[in-house]
């Protein structure tokens, strides 16, 4: 891959967290991050169930390599059933994204995504708490979360 290859790819690590015991008020029961390598923007999707992965992925890449004028190349994600059916690794060949896979049954191995999931989900919990709002509240205050997320400074941006 030549430097300007290099310059106009992303990288996105990719997991889906859930069920969660208590559905959304919009009836979700999974979080699905997305991660770009580069900046860390994390886009959140709340799903209603574990095979609309594959449509919100689609809908990511668009939206990303339109905006961005740049492609995915690399989808980094664990081998969760929803990421490794035949249409979706069809899709990803077809459109040149390479897919990396962890290791069974090692989470560290996807460490960007899982640890981002847990700065998600223990945000939520905290802000559900101090707000005493009902577990019901949990999908809107993971969306708040990301916007939030996104807008503080870290070492990496």
Known sequence: MGLQEAANSIIVHSDLCGPMQTPSIGGSHYVLTFI???TRKTWVFLLKHKSEVFEHFRQYKALVENQSG???KV???DRGGEYISNKFLQFCREHGIHKQFTTRYTLQKNGVA???NRTIMEMARSMLKA????ND???EVVACEAYILYRCPTKRV
């Open 75 to 77: 989808l980094k994600t």
């Open 114 to 116: 899982e640890r981002k």
């Open 131 to 134: 707000k005493h709002f009902q």
């Open 137 to 139: 509240y949990w999908a």
């Open 36 to 38: 770009d390598n580069y």
């Open 70 to 72: 740049h492609y995915i």
